[in-house]
């Protein structure tokens, strides 16, 4: 199989571990015979630095052309913290998804038996949590009309959505449910707002044609807390954007760190995969951020190609490495390794699926030979 895969490393610890996704990419097209052409392009604030605009015309025609998007991460502290700068480095991002029409982001949250001491939920609640969150990603308050008065006193951000751009993202995570647990949370604020009774509605009205799968409605004050106190309830969940990006970051905590999660925005002709966090400036540089959110990013890239085997080669190599204690300094600030050498030690695991040079007495300890 042949992709054009369009990179766009971004910001901070973006190039960094985009280029570990890339070895881990070439390995498994090595191994399972295929050709990923990859072209980068800025974005964030190294394309206002080098172009002075946040998104190029030639990064939207680039990503436009190709089969996927990787993007690492965007945003800088010169330009996020200064009121005063009108152009920013997320602006490229906000219109970079509008211009694909990127209207799902699908954030699954798995938890990693060895990594449950690092969430702040107790273990016993973590175990069987797996539940992915489909988040509608170009529409609400995001991108309704902004307005502010003359006088700088009064502002307010409309929050719009037409039915199809509900039910385009419904489809999907019912679909998603029917492969899973065949349950689906809807959550919304409809005893306050129209917006989530038009939701509600739509939902009720798609969900008929999935009568296997169960649909549960819930506040989104009450749901913050069930991630909290009962997150194994959860399967699919289906939300709005702005409670889709609060809730997904809130998620992020039973992980134990931010640095693991993937997340793909889907369109009807375009994807793009990026980790779940930002672009982290102060490890910018040291080799020391952790890849595996970009990494798996790459295996959810694979699973959209229909490369299920491909994926799971990836899954399967970063699991090994965290399970013998092969981690990033978020996750064991004693025994760490650096970003450049967990990406070797996942790309080789799919070249041979084991690297041959360990000791695998001292790997029991986290101290591989071969580093
Ligand atoms: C995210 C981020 C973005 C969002 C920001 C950077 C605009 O928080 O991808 O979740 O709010 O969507
Ligand atoms: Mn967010």
Same mark, same amino acid.
């Given at each position: 199989?042949?992709?054009?895969?369009?990179?766009?490393?971004?910001?901070?610890?973006?190039?960094?571990?985009?280029?570990?996704?890339?070895?881990v990419?070439?390995?498994?097209?090595?191994?399972?015979?295929?050709?990923?052409?990859?072209?980068?392009?800025?974005?964030?604030?190294?394309?206002?630095?080098?172009?002075?605009?946040?998104?190029?015309?030639?990064?939207?025609?680039t990503?436009l052309?190709?089969?996927?998007?990787?993007?690492?991460?965007?945003?800088?502290?010169?330009?996020?913290?200064?009121?005063?700068?009108?152009?920013?480095?997320?602006?490229?991002?906000?219109?970079?998804?509008?211009?694909?029409?990127?209207?799902?982001?699908?954030?699954?949250?798995?938890?990693?038996?060895?990594?449950?001491?690092?969430?702040?939920?107790?273990?016993?609640?973590?175990?069987g949590?797996?539940?992915?969150?489909?988040?509608?990603?170009?529409?609400?308050?995001?991108?309704?009309?902004?307005?502010?008065?003359?006088?700088?006193?009064?502002?307010?951000?409309?929050?719009?959505?037409?039915?199809?751009?509900?039910?385009?993202?419904?489809?999907?995570?019912?679909?998603?449910?029917?492969?899973?647990?065949?349950?689906?949370?809807?959550?919304?604020?409809?005893?306050?707002?129209?917006?989530?009774?038009?939701?509600?509605?739509?939902?009720?009205?798609?969900?008929?044609?999935?009568?296997?799968v169960?649909?549960?409605?819930?506040?989104?004050?009450?749901?913050?807390?069930?991630? =909290?106190? *009962? !997150?194994?309830?959860?399967?699919?969940?289906?939300?709005?954007? @702005?409670?889709g990006?609060? %809730?997904?970051? /809130? $998620?992020?905590?039973?992980?134990?760190?931010?640095?693991?999660?993937?997340?793909?925005?889907i369109?009807?002709?375009?994807?793009?995969?990026?980790?779940?966090?930002?672009?982290?400036?102060?490890?910018?540089?040291?080799? =020391?951020? *952790? !890849?595996?959110?970009?990494?798996?990013?790459?295996?959810?890239? @694979?699973?959209?190609?229909? %490369?299920?085997? /491909? $994926?799971?080669?990836?899954?399967?190599?970063?699991?090994?490495?965290?399970?013998?204690?092969?981690?990033?300094?978020?996750?064991?600030?004693?025994?760490?390794?650096?970003?450049?050498?967990?990406?070797?030690?996942?790309?080789?695991?799919?070249?041979?699926?084991?690297?041959?040079?360990?000791?695998?007495?001292?790997?029991?300890?986290?101290?591989?030979?071969?580093?």
């Open positions: 199989m042949i992709k054009n895969i369009a990179v766009i490393p971004g910001d901070g610890i973006g190039p960094e571990v985009t280029r570990e996704t890339i070895k990419l070439n390995a498994v097209a090595l191994k399972f015979h295929h050709q990923f052409n990859f072209t980068e392009c800025l974005m964030g604030a190294v394309a206002i630095d080098n172009a002075g605009d946040p998104l190029p015309q030639n990064t939207i025609d990503c052309k190709s089969d996927a998007v990787l993007l690492g991460a965007i945003g800088h502290p010169k330009y996020d913290n200064d009121s005063n700068i009108t152009v920013r480095p997320l602006d490229g991002l906000l219109r970079l998804r509008k211009e694909l029409q990127l209207f799902a982001n699908i954030r699954p949250l798995t938890t990693y038996k060895s990594l449950h001491h690092l969430s702040p939920i107790k273990d016993n609640q973590l175990n949590v797996d539940f992915v969150i489909y988040r509608e990603l170009t529409g609400g308050i995001y991108f309704g009309k902004k307005e502010m008065n003359e006088e700088g006193t009064q502002a307010s951000d409309l929050c719009i959505y037409q039915k199809f751009e509900i039910e385009r993202i419904a489809k999907l995570a019912f679909a998603a449910a029917q492969k899973r647990r065949n349950k689906l949370t809807l959550i919304d604020k409809a005893n306050v707002l129209i917006t989530s009774s038009l939701w509600r509605k739509t939902v009720q009205e798609i969900a008929i044609g999935y009568p296997e169960k649909v549960d409605y819930l506040y989104v004050d009450n749901a913050a807390k069930q991630l =909290i106190i *009962n !997150p194994k309830q959860f399967d699919v969940i289906l939300t709005e954007n @702005m409670f990006d609060i %809730l997904s970051d /809130e $998620a992020t905590a039973l992980s134990g760190s931010l640095g693991l999660l993937p997340s793909s925005s369109g009807e002709k375009n994807a793009l995969f990026e980790p779940i966090h930002g672009s982290y400036p102060q490890a910018a540089g040291k080799d =020391i951020a *952790n !890849p595996i959110g970009s990494i798996l990013s790459g295996a959810l890239m @694979m699973e959209h190609f229909g %490369l299920f085997e /491909e $994926a799971k080669s990836i899954k399967d190599a970063v699991e090994w490495t965290l399970a013998h204690g092969f981690v990033t300094k978020d996750i064991d600030s004693i025994n760490s390794y650096f970003t450049s050498t967990i990406g070797e030690l996942i790309s080789d695991y799919i070249s041979n699926d084991m690297p041959q040079n360990l000791n695998t007495i001292n790997m029991a300890f986290g101290q591989a030979t071969i580093i």
